[in-house]
């Protein structure tokens, strides 16, 4: 995606990924307690989606992205990255 970097999360991207979290009324909290890709323009985090891996491969869950800056093109990122 033009753009957008799609990536990891690391432990210094928690300040940013609570922050997209809050926007969207979900517990901050999870930030500390989950794993996340994320995805990023111009440098700064706009949508996390938390992951896990199993037996079977990667289970990616519901993306949280910044309402202002465009929902469903940072959504598909996350999945096609």
């Known amino acids: 995606m033009d753009g957008i970097t ?3 999360g690391r432990s210094e991207d928690i300040g940013a990924i609570a ?3 809050a926007l969207n009324s979900v517990s901050a909290r999870d930030a500390f ?3 996340f890709v ?3 323009e111009r440098g700064e985090i706009r949508a996390v989606a938390r ?3 199993t037996g079977e491969g990667l289970l990616l ?3 949280v992205v910044d309402p202002w800056a465009g929902e469903r093109r ?3 990122a996350l999945y096609a990255g």
């Open 19 to 21: 922050r997209v979290l």
């Open 38 to 40: 994320v995805a990023e």
């Open 74 to 76: 940072l959504a598909v």
């Open 61 to 63: 869950y519901e993306p």
């Open 33 to 35: 307690e989950e794993r």
């Open 6 to 8: 799609v990536r990891w």
């Open 51 to 53: 992951y896990r891996t």
